[in-house]
């Protein structure tokens, strides 16, 4: 079992930068495929990025390719998020979530959750 929290959310203008973290505890972090998934209000739950076990693959939703950077640290239980060049449109609570598959894309192939954090993206 994992527990995931997640920080570096806040309120930013559009083009600015943010990084999130999310912390896992659990010594089988390495194990468990990543991902970071958003909710806008009114909005179903979307993947933002995977990342496999050892972070030697990564996938993006199409919206955030070029935009975002997906990356972990075995070494020190964490995943990562860097979003560059934000919209109003990433607009959301920001979720990080472990699969025990290499990694996917599906929602519902995850497992554990953190709590979130807001992004919010002023124009």
């Known amino acids: 079992q994992v527990q995931l929290v997640e920080s570096g959310g806040g309120l930013v203008q559009a083009g600015d930068s943010l990084r999130l973290s999310c912390a896992a505890s659990?010594?089988?972090?390495?194990?468990?495929?990543m991902g970071w998934f958003r909710q806008a209000p009114g909005k179903e739950r979307e993947i933002v990025a995977a990342i496999s076990w050892s972070g030697g693959t990564t996938w993006y939703a199409a919206s955030e390719k070029g935009r975002f950077t997906i990356s972990r640290d075995n070494a020190k239980n964490a995943v990562y998020l860097q979003m560059n060049r934000l919209k109003p449109e990433d607009t959301a609570v920001y979720y990080c979530a472990a699969t025990k598959y290499l990694y996917s894309m599906s929602v519902v192939d995850y497992n554990y959750w953190g709590q979130g954090t807001q992004v919010t993206v002023s124009s």
């Open positions: 659990g010594r089988t972090f390495s194990s468990y495929g």
